[in-house]
């Protein structure tokens, strides 16, 4: 058992049952393409729960297809994007959505770019600040210089 | 320890920390309570969603609503089951629920169809293994399933006697899990 | 006869594994005259078990290539209709063998500093064949131990199980072994970091011997990475080449550290600064991959590309992970602080320069790690399930890149230790100007999308700041052109490298870019249906049955028209293979090799319409070709004589800086 899921080297749709790639059928599509490019616009958002981090565009499972047809119906019956992408989320939770909402348990998330850069920024000037105590020996005059000529010459 | 060595040990002891992190993960996939792979339903702890289907086609049972459904709760808690006749651990779990019913649990069926599969053979299937459900609707669109946060055959809920969704399986009950969880469950909401 | 004699040259190398570990580490604390001896065994040690293990590799492949079904992995794994080419590959395709591989490509990696280290003194050298032995122990023991490929099962069956369909192609056949050699290569960098933390001393010297080791290892990462991406584009059927998913991830962050190990490590030879930042890269680099190892074989991740999901193993390679990051950073904290800076620089500097690259690289895989473990930790702690897909990747990612590549171009021209901002961006100045020409004329005439024209324009600054870079150091147009082409020849291979490397940076980004814009139709098409997709006109003409070694199918034609004339013919398939019981689709892609016209077949409905879905990508072989020629650049980088003539002897009296070429 443990074998044969070790030759499991693949990519999502497939273990799905269905046929292995992705081709949203043009019958599903809405005739108005402003709204067709808003729904495959939400469709990039939304996870294929079937799939292995997939969105239901790329899949052709038959829940992403169900899923694409419903977010079809709501985007034509006038909803806003972000009132489908809720539809969806409220039957199947946070999961669904391929950008984590921002919330109590994302926050860490959301801040860790913002306070990776400022580590590193804080850092950076750190060590450019410690780089300065040591200040190199200030330049030798022309006098000076002359003197150590005339020193090393003896 | 000066900032400057304890600075030095930030990594490993970071490191120690997200090894910690992962060797409770494996253990908790061993022992079951960490499951990389499942989704929790959303539902819980929320009502049934409204809907209506109806009934198999050339089968002897009522077809389901959610009016059925918490009519038949307020009496005791009962359970609702997705499943398709195409679904082979939906046969594993077959026989639990022919004796949960058997005991008086009631079990309502809901015929899972997803966009790319209709279920021709359900008939064919309840006839030859048993049918253990109160009522059955068929779910031709699958909308239904999607309200209910549905995404793959056998999913089992079970509703309390608020009409409240309590517990969801994604899977089959097998006779550990009907033991373990489901039983005692039940009898706490009974 | 053979998987016995393979299983057996397993342990053997497992034995000199430890001796390896062992003896020279004793040999190197007495010092270079008494522990001479000791330290000898490193080598010896190093190519003993690298002829082992490619023993044994060959046992396995061999036991592949005649079909030998008694060996429970062939079963598992194999079967006797498949194409030779796969028998073969595949014996990577699976658990065990890819560790025999992983250990393989270590062997290899002990043997090359055994065998081209002799520059390298001796107390130095035996520390990190040490360091790698002991990486290789640990392995070894878990191969044995969890994943040996050379049991056996009895009664014989009469055929395997057959390989999974996907794996059943070219480029994913390879991809393993460019991405092992990448990730396992990266261990000698880290065998180097340890070493001197051991030896208590990194110096100028160390800097300049540990890029060689490191630049090979990102040659090989880069292309494994490309690879894998290449095949995702062709073969997935959508023309999407990077999804962001978890194990993706596990390969671009080394890959990150990695690129800022080679810059951080210039300023080590160049200045003896950033030591105590370089040891830490090191390890990290493949600490990261140590990580990746464990998150695909463990079972922790969610992923396609996940092994076998055995928590026994994972537990074993977490204690690995565990021993190795952990004990080396325990190593680090120890002895790092001794590690005094020495060279000074300003901050506007090439050395500045590397250090903003360094920032920038490091800060992207700080992100894409935090977004590629976060959702299991948050399952961990808080029990809540979320996907940190794409988009975020993407709106993290990205704000990061710009500026790095921006600077790209910049930092090559500055001087070392004190430079002028304006005189550099004076330098530039032609080339800013074409680029923000450009970049006015795309969005005014040709397409409005910001993103894509910011990748475009990015992508020409780097080519041209490449070109001024080049042409500055061979004076063109200063000079007469005799003496240009001689300077040109004359030129550091390290730095001609840099400057193609970047420059394919440049080529790659623009691949990237042409995605961001490409066309698609997706429309359903009854035989002698024409359509359009970009600037192409194509006829559907109808499907037909086919059948293949083992496999079976259909087969669409689609016709190329140009003026009316039949071009070309397209024939994306659908295959079902019966053993394994699963479906793929070859997409169909002709290439100019300036744009990809890709097309892919979908079902049949009953009044015989077939939907088809083509997409025109402009540029998209430049994402290849740009990986390529970066891997190139790397290469040229690494024929530079100096990295192997000129490792300076250490020198006694270390007052004097090191006397680098005049750059």
Redesign the interface.
Known sequence: MRARAASLLLLGAVLAG?PASAIVDPREMLPDPAQEARAREIGRELRC??CQNQSIDDS????????R??VRERVAAGDTNEQVIAFI?????D?VRLTPPLKASTIALWASPVVALAAGLFAVAAFYRRRRALVPPPELTEEERARLARLQAE | MTR??LM??L??AA??AA?G??????????RGS?D????????IGRPVPSFELGPLPNWNKPGLSSRDILEAASLRPVLVNFWASWCVPCLVEHPQLMKLAAEGVPVFGINYH????TDPGATAWLRRHGDPFARIGIDL???V?????V??VPETYVIDRRGIIRWRMAGPITPEIDAEQLRPLLRSLA | MIPELGHFALVLALLLAGVQSILPLVGAAQGERRGALLMATGPSAAIGQMLFVALSFFCLMWSYAVSDFSVANVYQNSHSLKPMLYKLTGTWGNHEGSMVLWVLILALCSGAVAGFGQNLPATLRARVLAVLGMIAFGFLLFTLLTSNPFERIWPVPEDGRDLNPLLQDPGLAFHPPFLYLGYVGTAVAFAFACAALIEGRVDAAWGRWVRPWTLAAWCALTLGIGLGSWWAYYELGWGGFWFWDPVENASLMPWLLATALLHSAIVVEKREALKVWTI?LA??TF?LSLLGT?LVR?????SVHAFAND?KR??FI?ML??VA??GS??L??WR??ALEPKGLFAPISREGSLVLNNLLLATSCAVVFVGTLYP??A??LFGA?ITVGPPFFNATVFPLFVPLLVAMGVGPLLPWKRADLWAALARLKLAALVVLAFAVVWIAAVDRRLLPALGFALALWLVLAAATDFADRVRLGRVPLAESFARARGLPRGIVGGIVAHAAVGICLAGIAGKGIAPERITLMRPGDVTTVGPHTLRFDGKADIVGPNWRGTEGRLTLLRDGREVAVLTPERRFYPVQRMSTTEASIRTSGLADLYAVIGETSEDGATVVRLHWNPLAPWIWVGTVLMALGGLISLSDRRLRVGAPARRRREALAPLAAAE
Do not use: H
């Open positions: 269905g729960l079937v052709n499972a038959g829940l992403a297809r169900d899923l047809r419903i989320t409220e039957r199947y939770g999961y | 400057r060595q030095f040990a990594p490993a490191t120690l090894a992190g992962f060797y409770a993960m494996l253990s908790g996939m061993r960490f990389p792979r499942g989704v929790p339903s959303a539902l997803t966009g790319t599969q669109t699958g909308r399933a999607v309200d209910w946060g995404y793959g | 830490l390890i990290l600490s464990f463990s079972g922790v991740l969610n928590p994972g537990v977490l992970l565990a990051v952990g950073l325990i680090f904290a790092a602080p299991l930790f399952d961990l399930k």
